[in-house]
T-cell receptor, first 115, second 117 residues
Framework: AQKVTQAQTEISVVEKEDVTLDCVYE???????LFWYKQPPSGELVFLIR??????QNEISGRYSWNFQKSTSSFNFTITASQVVDSAVYFC????????????FGGGTRVLVKP | GAVVSQHPSWVICKSGTSVKIECRSL??????MFWYRQFPKQSLMLMAT?????????EQGVEKDKFLINHASLTLSTLTVTSAHPEDSSFYIC?????????????FGQGTRLTVV
């Protein structure tokens, strides 16, 4: 069985602070994909990143960066210089086998960025 | 990018009535679609996997007779909540699987917020 744990339920920061969201996963599969999604108050899921189990390279995209460590089964997400528009719920998710397979989501972390 | 359109975006219905939610892949064919449910302040949970031309596969604890899924074409899957009750009030979101450049990806619709009164 697969499991995704986001230990932080809510994080509150002041604008321009950095914030790191933790994600720990469990799977017995050797091929899997990890995702991060942003869910603003409107509800839709905004895709942020996909990473497969064979690619441990960290990635940076603008103010967003991701740290994938298979040794600790973690896929953490950092927002640098946070902005009010970053306020949302962020979900980490896992699919086995292929990127288009069903997802197992973590519990989500609500990020509140105060001006 | 691939577009998945979900309709309606929100609906309010009376207890005991049925509600149909549509999920369409607009610019690609989706042999598989997934239906998720999200209760307020909770995570998303898979309800069922819908395959074109065959019966849907439901996750444990999801009543197949209550949540009817039809995937009659390669671009449309529907979820019907039958005899809805207030406890069915939730955010329902679909995703459609596309085959692109030799690998599969899944794209989400905008979601439907159902309120049963």
């Amino acid at each position: 069985a697969q499991k995704v744990t986001q230990a932080q339920t809510e994080i509150s920061v002041v604008e321009k602070e950095d914030v790191t969201l933790d994600c720990v996963y469990e799977t017995r599969d050797t091929t899997y994909y990890l995702f991060w999604y942003k869910q603003p108050p409107s509800g839709e899921l905004v895709f942020l990143i996909r990473r497969n189990s064979f690619d441990e390279q960290n990635e940076i995209s603008g103010r967003y960066s991701w740290n994938f460590q298979k040794s600790t089964s973690s896929f953490n997400f950092t927002i640098t210089a946070s902005q009010v528009v970053d306020s949302a719920v962020y979900f980490c998710a896992l699919s086995k086998g292929a990127a288009g397979n069903k997802l197992t989501f973590g519990g989500g972390t609500r990020v509140l960025v105060k001006p | 990018g691939a577009v998945v359109s979900q309709h309606p975006s929100w609906v309010i219905c009376k207890s005991g009535t049925s509600v149909k939610i549509e999920c369409r892949s607009l610019d690609f064919q989706a042999t598989t679609m997934f239906w998720y449910r999200q209760f307020p302040k909770q995570s998303l949970m898979l309800m069922a996997t819908s395959n074109e031309g065959s019966k849907a596969t439901y996750e444990q604890g999801v009543e197949k007779d209550k949540f009817l899924i039809n995937h009659a074409s390669l671009t449309l899957s529907t979820l019907t909540v039958t005899s809805a009750h207030p406890e069915d009030s939730s955010f329902y979101i679909c995703s459609a699987r596309a085959l692109r450049t030799g690998r599969t990806e899944a794209f989400f619709g905008q979601g439907t917020r159902l309120t049963v009164v």
